[in-house]
């Protein structure tokens, strides 16, 4: 298995960053064929107390390397990783990882 990480900077506004989230980019993400398991998680902190330097983390689990890079050239995952650009205006750090 892998998973895909996506790891989301602090925006500019925290509340039109969730409403856009959760109106707009889970459904486009939801419609990605293929995703084994999916889990949202906001960041609350770090084990030494300072900002975390990411505000939400999402992963996203696929059988294997190719499972996933066809699921991201879909229409539905090319959408997705689009519309990135539309909310995360605190940056954002993708990372592909394979699950022990």
């Known amino acids: 298995m892998v998973k895909l990480v996506v790891m989301y900077g602090p925006p500019t506004d925290a509340a039109a960053f969730e409403e856009y989230y959760a109106s707009t980019h889970l459904p486009l993400a939801a419609k990605i064929e293929n995703v084994r ?7 609350v902190g770090t084990p030494s107390g300072e900002a975390p330097p990411y505000y ?4 996203v689990w696929f059988d294997s390397h190719e499972v996933l890079q066809a699921a991201l050239a879909t229409p539905e995952g090319q959408a997705t990783t689009e519309d990135i650009a539309n909310f995360a205006t605190g940056g954002v750090t993708i990372v592909v990882s394979e699950v022990d």
Request: avoid cysteine; proline fraction near 0%.
């Open 56 to 59: 939400r983390m999402a992963e």
């Open 37 to 43: 398991q999916f889990e949202a998680s906001r960041v």
